[in-house]
């Protein structure tokens, strides 16, 4: 009884050991001077880099209003480009402080991987995009079509449930790379692309003659994409997820980059506590107290890095449709900072 008591003992005090060995992102990354964010290898919208090196896109914006809780300065991250087969290796060997690159949460990931995902930046499905000049209105008029898609994503799975359970046969064209799909896709070696609908408008933006593709209507899975942390540092994991939480609350309470100083000086009981000016919640986290109010200067509140990035204010212009707020017909929801 003994033995089994001090082994138990043995055991938990390894555990505990080596949760406190792995609880250290929060001061890696201060003492670093840097956020290191891994990102996709170019899809606009989303993370993707202009001729001058400069990183844009939703999934940028998530690791800017990191760096801007921390350090009160969004330029403090260095951007590491990550293929789909590459990602999560990155993240679990440490190269990388946080995933943000347009990944679906799925329990396998959740489960296997050693990392957590902290929330839903956009809510996405897969979708098929075609040539215009195929004339085909339906993904159920793709029976014997050819599909280029991308390994080491979920959407080799979803591609291969739709096929089978609309009974149609279907030929997979897969490539390494997103750039090397759509290469693929835009010579003619398929009559197909497929990735996430979001995903579909940003790479025909890649394409010659975006005019001529079409993206099909139909919605074919589930994909939450978010950002990923490993697993043994709570710590870490509250901040990413709150500092989502804190661009949807921001978008909630009507503070924007612009008014965010003017909101803070208010004698609003939620804006103050917000805010900061009440409260110990920034500190919490291992924050200051003005961490909000830090994110929305950064990169502004969640509506404002939709619409700059993929909304009505980019070339994308996606609906916000499931994207948009709870209480606007939406899906995205904060719980509360109190």
Request: aromatic share 8%; hydrophobic share 40%; net charge neutral.
């Amino acid at each position: 009884m003994k033995r089994v008591t001090l082994a138990l003992t043995l055991a938990l005090a390894a555990g505990l050991s080596a949760e406190a060995a792995d609880a250290q992102t929060l001061k890696t990354v201060k003492d670093r001077g840097m956020l290191s964010c891994g990102v996709s290898q170019g899809l606009p919208g989303f993370s993707s880099p202009d001729d001058k090196g400069n990183w844009t896109g939703i999934d940028v914006d998530v690791c800017r209003a990191i760096a801007g809780a921390i350090f009160n300065d969004p330029t403090k991250v260095k951007y590491m480009p990550l293929s789909a087969k590459d990602r999560f290796t990155a993240l679990q060997s440490g190269e990388i402080d946080v995933l943000s690159r347009n990944t679906t949460w799925t329990i396998s990931r959740d489960t296997s991987l050693g990392a957590n995902f902290t929330g839903v930046t956009y809510y996405d499905g897969q979708g098929f995009m075609v040539k215009k000049s195929l004339k085909v209105n339906s993904a159920l008029e793709l029976n014997s079509a050819s599909v280029c898609v991308q390994t080491g994503t979920t959407t080799e799975q979803n591609l291969a449930d739709y096929f089978k359970a609309n009974n149609m046969k279907y030929e997979v064209i897969a490539f390494a790379t997103n750039d090397e799909t759509v290469k693929a896709y835009e010579a003619g070696r398929c009559d197909v692309f497929t990735t996430d609908q979001s995903g579909l408008y940003a790479n025909r933006l890649k394409l010659a003659s975006p005019n001529d593709h079409m993206v099909l209507p139909e919605i074919i899975s589930k994909e939450p994409l978010g950002p990923m942390v490993r697993h043994g540092d709570d710590q870490w994991f509250d901040i990413v997820k709150w500092t989502l939480f804190a661009m949807i609350t921001a978008e909630e309470l009507g503070v924007t980059s612009k008014n965010v100083d003017e909101k803070a000086k208010l004698e609003n009981p939620e804006l103050k506590r917000v805010l900061g000016s009440d409260g110990n919640f920034g500190e919490q986290l291992g924050l200051t107290k003005d961490w909000v109010v830090r994110i929305v200067k950064a990169v502004g509140n969640y509506g404002e890095v939709f619409d700059r990035n993929v909304g009505a204010g980019s070339p994308l212009a996606i609906n916000r449709g499931l994207n948009n707020l709870w209480n606007k017909g939406g899906l995205q929801y904060a719980p509360p900072i109190r």
